[in-house]
């Protein structure tokens, strides 16, 4: 029974034996190998863990190339825990208290209103000369010329008497009879309305002194003892030197006009004409316009004689402009003046045989309109505007040959009539102008050299003729865009022209020369240039 039962068992245990090997592999991979917890990875910074429970550094870690690892940055409630598993939690950190710095917003500044200041470095200072220096000779006005009634010529702000008949020559409007040694008189005007002028020397860019030195001078030139010739001037100048604007730069801030050619303001020793206002040392440290100036002393600068044009619109200014282009010019040249005494001997150095062989070759000429004058103040049409300008708007040429001295009030009405002024020697212009007319001499004039004229080996129209139509055309465009700059506009409008007038070009110049003083870089105010020669020959 025992053998039959202990075969039994062998033989089962022989069947159950292979199965018991792999249930007991089975149950040791099942303990031995779990699957990992899950765990939940939180940024934090260390802090103290909950009771129970253990801290894990949840920081990533930088994540391999072949292995990528989504991180769930939303807040969420941890997974129920999995039975028989370790849970492990990582606990919610606390944050660290915000540190609040209060940081200022970069603001723009408060809007300030920004005020260009149009007159800067433009500033005009205007001394308040005493009366006798201006307003007195001008109530004198009846003793300022013995043969010309200058009282009337100083009517409407010092321009003169309106032009009313002149047979259609001229406009209606904007004409005036000006007398030619009225520039200082009118400058004034123009200087009172000046849209910079300033009450505070030290803010000037240049200092103005309103000084009527033509019309003193003019009242003294025959007949009269040189220190009554030079009272005022001299007046003048003690009066600047106790002046706190003349203390700062000593004058060489300083202009003045003078209404006279430069030699009436220059007169030499032993001789009778003229006052010596250009030769005080005081003057000669400013600045001086005059109608005439002279190529041998640098402070001297030419200015236009006075027209009879004074625009007070632009408009008128471009109705004459447009009149000019379309006149009729018959006549090939033209001169308008008298005769000059001079020596018989036409070789002889003198204006006068110039000025009569240009009388005479044009007088000969079919091609030539001639318009005498008188001399010894003797009066004729030549003195009436409207024939002038009429004669000159006829012409392509306008002879220019030295008059009394260098240059002559006709080269400007030539210019305001668009006729090609034709100068005979370069102190007529060239030298003179340097601030209102072109560098460039030949765009607008032509130059015959006058010893040729004197001895008589060339005539003028043979000169002239060889110009081309389209050089005159060019140069007549040229003298057309140049009236604005050589006219005087009315002292009386309210308001500019759009364009520079003579007394604008004439401030500016005086204003970048005194710049470069200050600056130490007025180098030279040489006016001669190219034409030493000529002058050191005549």
């Known amino acids: 029974m025992v053998n039959l039962h202990g075969s039994t068992v062998l033989r089962a245990g022989r069947y159950f034996l292979p199965l018991v090997f792999p249930a007991c592999f089975t149950l040791w991979m099942l303990i031995f190998f779990q699957p990992p917890t899950a765990i939940l990875r939180v940024s934090f ?3 103290l863990s909950l009771p129970e429970q253990r801290v894990v550094d949840a920081t990533p870690t930088p994540a391999l190339p072949e292995r990528r690892e989504i991180i769930d940055t939303s807040p ?3 997974p129920p825990p999995l039975e028989g598993r370790e849970t492990v939690i990582a606990s919610p950190a606390p944050q660290p208290p915000v540190r609040r710095v209060k940081t200022e917003t970069p603001s723009s500044p408060p809007l300030v209103a920004v005020t260009t200041d149009r007159c800067a470095c433009r500033y005009i200072y205007i001394h308040d000369l005493p009366r006798r220096f201006n307003v007195d000779l001008i109530r004198d006005c009846r003793s300022l010329c013995d043969w010309t009634d200058m009282c009337k010529h100083l009517a409407n702000d010092d321009i003169g008497p309106r032009l009313t ?3 259609g020559v001229l406009p209606s409007t904007g004409w005036y009879d000006t007398n030619q040694f009225t520039l200082e008189v009118i400058f004034h005007s123009r200087m009172r309305r000046y849209d910079c002028l300033t009450t505070d020397a030290s803010r000037a ?3 103005y002194v309103p000084y009527y030195a033509g019309l003193d001078v003019g009242r003294y030139l025959w007949g ?12 003048l100048v003690e009066w600047l030197r106790s002046s706190l604007a003349w203390a700062a730069h000593g004058g060489r801030d300083h202009f003045l006009v003078g209404g006279r050619i430069t030699w009436d303001f220059r007169r030499q020793d032993g001789r009778e004409w003229g006052s010596r206002l250009f030769l005080l040392p005081e003057v000669t440290n400013m600045t001086t316009l005059a109608i ?53 001997d ?3 150095d003198g204006n006068g045989a110039v000025r009569d062989a240009i009388i005479e070759q044009c007088a000969q000429s079919r091609r030539c309109g001639l318009l005498r004058c008188g001399v010894r103040g003797q009066r004729n049409d030549c003195y009436a505007p409207g024939n002038v300008m009429r004669l000159f708007k006829s012409a392509a ?19 305001l009539a668009g006729c090609v002024p034709v100068f005979f020697h370069p102190g007529s212009a060239y030298v003179q102008y340097r601030w209102h007319l072109p560098a460039d001499h030949r765009k607008y004039s032509v130059l015959v050299p006058e010893d040729g004229v004197r001895n008589g080996t060339v005539r003028v129209e043979d000169v002239l003729r060889r110009i081309s139509a389209r050089e005159v055309a060019a140069m007549r465009e040229q003298l057309v865009r140049m009236i604005p700059s050589i006219v005087y506009r009315d002292p009386r409008a309210t308001s500019g022209l759009g364009l520079k007038d003579a007394v604008d070009i004439a401030v500016d110049g005086v204003i970048e020369r005194v710049r470069r003083i200050k600056q130490g870089t007025l180098l030279s105010d040489d006016a001669m240039g190219q034409w030493y020669g000529y002058f050191d020959k005549h």
């Open 397 to 415: 040429f306008c002879l220019q040959p030295q008059g009394d001295s260098y240059t002559r009030k006709s080269a400007f009405d030539a210019i």
């Open 224 to 235: 009269f003892s040189n220190g009554l010739r030079d009272a005022l001037a001299e007046d």
């Open 292 to 344: 005439e100036s002279s190529p041998w002393h640098g402070n001297d600068v030419g200015v236009p004689y006075p027209t009879y044009f004074h625009p007070s619109r632009a408009a008128e200014v471009a109705s004459w402009q447009h009149a000019v282009r379309r006149a009729r010019r018959p006549w090939l040249f033209a001169f308008a003046g008298g005769t000059r005494g001079h020596s018989s």
């Open 165 to 167: 008949r002149t047979g």
């Open 45 to 47: 910074q260390p802090t």
């Open 76 to 78: 969420s409630q941890p």
């Open 346 to 348: 036409k070789n002889v």
């Open 205 to 207: 860019a240049a200092v």
